[in-house]
């Protein structure tokens, strides 16, 4: 039996009911096609998620139901072969970002991206992990980072940002409130981010600390779906917690890593007991709250802006209304929305770990075209949000069609407009 | 035969059930942020209020409105024949010992009616979507036609068309068998685990703080 079929059944062995439910009440209606920015952008029926999760459904009838067995044997179903492992490879982990946008038009409200989650986790059983991902997961077991950045060269850039933005970063203090864990696409991509964060910090007086240890909050673990992998990175970052006694993890503009810290890694690994784990969105609304940090009302309200739900921290994530609560300060007469947004905003196209895809490039730029039209519909030449991996989607997809817009973070926005 | 066809019927979704639930369920230790017990509250009514019946809410409706509509309207017709036509009424009624008010007659009709041109349109539909085309295989086609050979016999039934009474008579009854025997093997079961990925699917948006 192929390693991926044996992984798929282990899969819903472990997982159970909750699978198997699942793929039980499908339909096989195919409305959740309409909601997939990849199979709206190019067409491809191949890329509706029912279809994405249709190794895993072959897998399960034909080992755990009486009539998928008897399809099986009567011929009607074909068991899974080599090139159907090439074929999904493709499917997905190049053209689904595990945004979870299908699950909330699926009429039976099935969770999507955890079922095509699952396919990814047996692919990465057997092997199957596409080029780019695998070496950026073995670089990140071996350095640290998925980008190769070791523990030197990370502390020269944690001087070179001390530097050139005059901030204070504070590493490895013992005994913080909070610990602020940065992404690998801020260190490179974003570097100011430290430094705004600093700021943000610094105002509302929090005690915080960024650790040397967990200094990388990405998880390519995640991204192939490896259960092993997964685990090892999130680990890094909980025994760094509790090395150092922090109160609270502060997962900074990463969508996917809020996704692993808040939402996995408790069913996963023993979180160090009390430690809670946040989002810097979520952050910002409590220190606006507690009136702990004052924004100069009005300070972005030269020209239309909009905002960007991140699938991981918007629809996955619950932080919907801070960011909108900050907008609303910063530009009251021009914050405007796209549509649809919120838990049902579009996806950027990049997040997934497609991004760090070469070969899925082309399908990227054509699922970000449904961005540029919700931007041309209202507009807007200023957007910002709240992941890097989006902004890094942005940024890029801004270079490759040539627009003149202005991307900003969250984050970013706010160290900017803060009240001395 | 019908009592066959129901026992068969009852017993193959039993295991099916069973089958599932004894796959096991983990628990969930994820401190939650919001509410699961508001969230699959939302799920339930926004997946029965909202769709399909106000399905444009959604910007999915505006590029495939047929399914929406089709689809809604044929599960529609198929519930108000199915519990609230008199004829069927009185068949719940000797088979649980209490029965309901039901539809006048011609109202129970035009759903009838509407529900099989809808599954006419799903068919269509069906076979021209490319999404479609590539997830059915033999069981999706043969799903529609045991569905739909009741409908439509039960309506030329009721309608006094074509045949003698009692053979359409037997001939709904045969449909109505094949329909009980068939869907424990198939999707059809769909409306028994509906009330598991819609349950899921609220704790999991509740859990998050997230309308679902
Ligand atoms: S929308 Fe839901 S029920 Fe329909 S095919 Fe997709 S997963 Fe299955
Ligand atoms: S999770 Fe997002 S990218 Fe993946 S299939 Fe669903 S809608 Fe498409």
Redesign the pocket.
């Known amino acids: 039996m192929l390693a991926t079929q044996e992984a798929l059944n282990q899969f819903v062995e472990d997982t159970g009911g909750w699978v198997a439910s699942q793929l039980e009440a499908?339909?096989?209606?195919?409305?959740?096609a309409e909601a997939c920015h990849f199979y709206i952008s190019s067409g491809n029926p191949a890329y509706s998620?029912?279809w994405k999760m249709e190794l895993l459904r072959r897998a399960y009838e034909g080992r755990f139901t009486l009539s998928g067995r008897l399809k099986l044997a009567l011929g009607i179903e074909k068991p899974i072969s080599d090139s159907d492992l090439d074929t999904w490879r493709t499917i997905d982990y190049e053209a689904c970002t595990l945004c979870n946008r299908c699950s909330q038009v699926?009429?039976?409200g099935?969770d999507?991206g955890s079922l095509i989650h699952g396919v990814r986790g047996a692919l990465a059983a057997a092997g199957e992990v596409p080029k780019d991902l695998e070496d950026a997961t073995q670089k990140q077991i071996e350095d640290g980072s998925p980008l190769g950045v070791d523990l030197d060269a990370w502390k020269d850039r944690m001087d070179w940002i001390q530097d050139e933005w005059e901030v204070k970063l504070p590493i490895d203090v013992k005994g913080a409130d909070t610990m602020a864990v940065f992404t690998s696409i801020e260190l490179m991509k974003f570097p100011s981010n430290f430094a705004y964060i600093a700021k943000i910090m610094e105002a509302a007086g929090e005690s915080w600390t960024i650790s040397s240890k967990g200094r990388e909050v990405v998880n390519f673990g995640l991204f192939e779906g490896s259960t092993e992998h997964t685990i090892l990175f999130l680990k890094r970052i909980f025994d760094a917690a509790e090395e150092l006694g922090v109160k609270r993890v502060m997962v900074t503009e990463c969508g996917h890593a809020y996704e692993a810290l808040r939402w996995t890694s408790f069913n996963l690994v023993q979180v160090p007991k009390g430690l809670e784990v946040t989002h810097i969105a979520g952050v910002l609304g409590e220190f606006l709250n507690a009136g702990r940090i004052k924004l100069k009302a009005g300070a972005m309200d030269d020209n239309l802006i909009t905002f960007h739900d991140a699938c991981k921290i918007q629809r996955k994530g619950g932080h919907i209304k801070e960011p909108r609560q900050i907008l609303n300060i910063l530009a009251p007469n021009n914050f405007v929305e796209m549509t649809p947004n919120r838990e049902d905003g579009i996806c950027c196209g990049g997040g997934g770990g497609v991004i760090s895809i070469k070969e899925a490039d082309q399908k990227r730029f054509d699922a970000f075209e449904l961005k540029i039209d919700q931007m041309n519909e209202i507009g807007a030449k200023r957007v910002t949000m709240a992941c890097s991996n989006c902004r890094l989607q942005f940024t890029d997809s801004v270079q490759h069609f040539d627009l003149d817009w202005k991307i900003y973070g969250l984050s970013q926005m706010v160290a900017e407009s803060l009240e001395e | 035969m019908f009592e066959v066809a129901l026992i068969i019927f009852v017993g193959g979704m039993t295991y099916r059930l069973i089958r599932v639930l004894l796959l096991g369920w983990g628990r969930d230790r994820v401190p939650a942020m919001g509410s699961k017990t508001v969230g699959v509250l939302k799920s339930y009514l926004k997946g029965i209020l909202i769709w399909p019946f106000i399905p444009w809410v959604k910007d999915t409706f505006k590029r495939n409105p047929l399914i929406y509509v089709a689809g809604g309207l044929f599960h529609l017709g198929l519930f108000a024949v199915i519990f609230l036509g008199t004829a069927h009424m009185l068949v719940w009624k000797s088979l649980l010992g209490f029965g309901w008010p039901t539809l006048p007659l011609p109202i129970v009709d035009w759903m009838a009616a509407v529900a099989i041109v809808a599954m006419l349109a799903l068919f269509i539909n069906r076979l021209v979507n490319p999404v479609l085309r590539m997830i059915s295989g033999p069981a999706e086609w043969l799903n529609w036609g045991v569905v739909f050979l009741p409908l439509v016999t039960g309506y030329i039934m009721a309608h006094h068309l074509w045949f003698g009474y009692t053979t359409l008579f037997s001939l709904h009854m045969l449909a109505v068998d094949m329909l009980l025997i068939y869907i424990p093997l198939s999707r059809i079961s769909h409306f028994m685990f509906y009330f598991f990925s819609r349950t899921i699917h609220g704790t999991e948006y509740g859990k998050r703080g997230v309308m679902p």
Do not use: E, K, S
């Open positions: 499908c339909t096989r209606c195919g409305m959740c998620p029912v699926c009429p039976m099935i999507l």
